[in-house]
């Protein structure tokens, strides 16, 4: 390794959004609203014997008297997948399913270009409520901005064309937009690609996030630069703009924290949907032209106890750009994403902040 090589001359936008492998042949993937007699007629029409189910956490308490009724309605032996799932990037893998000829799984829409391991049924669990009017009613009394970009989870997706016709009604322009490759719908919002919002940022002056819970607004407000606003539909319930500026100057804290690390872990996942090799390649030669150290950590899902006790400053991760985001204050040493490692390492400014993209 030398440390006078100069920089591989690759710039940021590449190594941050490599080439994408070939296409491998595409086993079947059908999608479902919800659970339901289609559902169980699809999987009877494949006459597999053995079926691979995987729940995502809010949804394992009933997991097993799903199992049990797939059986009953399909005659199909369930493999219930006990390992936590968090997105449709991590099916289940030949050796965790064994003979399992299809996958069923829940809370995930597809993501295109994520090579499935066998033929896949995607069963959203769509919610079916939220009183449109109500909700704009508690937009007007908030004072939102009219210019508004639109993004959703998918379990509200249904609740979006009623939603748009009524805040339209009331005066306000709605921008929507088809994201990347990644994205299976238009407004689709997913934890690692906002690019649905980043298409409509520079017309709108405010987002609207249409769902539950932080994890998506906080992904979105690192993403874009502009307000995002949280609308609950269930609850019908509105949360302000989380603090962007607060939530940026953390992370650029970090940044700075480690310019000087030496040793880096530069972590590859080895689920379909996470794995980045070719990125963390590129990032490792980066770092030894700029006369750092850098190895590549192997793992499938990552455990903050896999990297105690190693020699090594700091990390970088090219799995999900949530573990770092969310998660990164676990681990025993500081962990950047793919463009915080390329500020640290002074090839990118600081600002503007870039959320790492997964394309
Ligand atoms: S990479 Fe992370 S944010 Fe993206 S789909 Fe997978 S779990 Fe979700």
């Given at each position: 390794m030398s440390s006078n090589a100069p920089p591989p001359s690759e710039g940021a936008d590449e190594i941050l959004s490599p080439p994408t492998p070939p296409k491998a042949p595409v086993p079947l993937s059908l999608v479902f609203p919800r659970i339901g007699p289609e559902l169980f007629a699809a999987i009877r029409g494949t006459h597999a014997q053995k079926v691979v189910l995987q729940v995502p956490a809010g949804l394992t308490r009933n997991a097993h008297h799903l199992a049990a009724e797939i059986t009953e309605k399909t005659g199909a032996a369930v493999l219930l997948a006990s390992r936590a799932c968090f997105g449709a990037c991590d099916f289940p893998s030949e050796s965790e399913a064994p003979g399992a000829e299809l996958a069923v799984v829940l809370g995930h829409s597809p993501i295109p270009n994520v090579r499935l391991a066998r033929p896949t049924f995607f069963v959203?669990?769509?919610?079916a409520g939220g009183d449109a009017a109500r909700l704009v009613s508690i937009l007007l009394a908030a004072d939102v901005p009219r210019r508004l970009g639109l993004v959703s989870s998918i379990q509200h997706l249904d609740l979006v064309p009623k939603l748009v016709e009524a805040l339209v009604a009331h005066g306000f322009d709605v921008r929507m937009a088809s994201g990347g490759?990644?994205?299976?719908?238009?407004?689709q919002a997913l934890g690692c690609n906002y690019t649905t919002a980043e298409a409509v940022a520079a017309d709108v002056d405010a987002f609207l996030f249409l769902g539950t819970g932080r994890f998506h607004p906080l992904g979105l407000a690192l993403a874009v630069d502009r307000p995002v606003w949280s609308l609950d539909p269930l609850q019908n319930l509105l949360e302000p703009p989380l603090d962007r500026a607060g939530m940026i100057r953390k992370r650029l804290l970090l940044v700075a924290s480690v310019r000087d690390a030496r040793r880096w872990g530069v972590l590859v996942s080895s689920f379909a949907g996470q794995d980045r090799h070719p990125m963390a390649t590129s990032l490792v030669r980066h770092a030894v032209a700029r006369g750092r150290e850098a190895h590549v950590l192997v793992f499938d899902r990552l455990d903050p106890?896999?990297?105690?006790?190693?020699?090594?400053?700091a990390y970088v991760n090219t799995?999900?750009?949530?573990?770092?985001?969310?998660?990164?204050?676990?681990?025993p040493r500081p962990m950047l994403t793919p463009p915080e490692f390329l500020m640290a390492l002074g090839e990118i400014p600081l600002e503007p902040y870039r959320f790492d993209t997964y394309r």
């Open positions: 959203e669990m769509r919610e490759p990644r994205l299976f719908y238009p407004a106890r896999d990297l105690e006790g190693r020699d090594l400053d799995a999900c750009p949530r573990i770092a985001l969310d998660d990164g204050g676990l681990y």
